[in-house]
């Protein structure tokens, strides 16, 4: 299994130390929502020059203009770009055409979906490459988590790989590598950890 790290809200340079620290532990650098917002494609040009053995998602939770916006990223060099589940059919076969004409690859996030079976049957049919269910941040302190949603999405999918995001820590990693899926996406429990190097490599070991 594949670790994400998502930098949501430090600074450009202690990303770069953060993904220094954590070589050999993380696979993919998340280039978060928030961080985007801070500063747009800038972290995703400078984590590619600097970490060319780590791919790079761009989270940019595409919601419309999927192929438009999904080309400014991958042109970026993002290889995997987020569009949100909850998008219209057209939106997300934009991204998914885009990153075919760029060889690189799409993460839908199920935020928010209502009927997470149904649509995931029906995103699944879209070629996208990974489906990974996310318990909002915003959600996280009502006690939810995204587990029993990865057993919906793992239940039903044939062709993606799933992946599974929010609130991710040491204490409930091993739930979610006993139902398997392909990328776990952890944010602030490494970045806010006390020994972020120690932390992302344990919870590395978890995947193993
Ligand atoms: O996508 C995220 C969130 O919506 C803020 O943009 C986070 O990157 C994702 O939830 C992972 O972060 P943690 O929940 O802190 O592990």
Redesign the pocket.
Known sequence: MKLQV?L?TLTLQDCIALLEETKGSVDIA?V???FVIEEGMVPVKEFKKRFPDIEVLA?VKIMDAGKYEADKCFDAGADIVTVLGVSHDETIKGVVESAANHHKKVMVDM?AVENLEKRTKEIDQMGVDYICV?T??DV?SLGQDPLDDLKTVNRVIQNAKSAV????KLQTVDAIVQEGCEIV?????ICNAKDRSAYAKEIKEHLK
Request: no cysteine; charged share 15%.
């Open positions: 998502a949501d998340e978060g929502t928030p989270d935020i996310h909002a941040f996280q995001a929010g609130g991710v996406v952890v944010g602030g429990a």
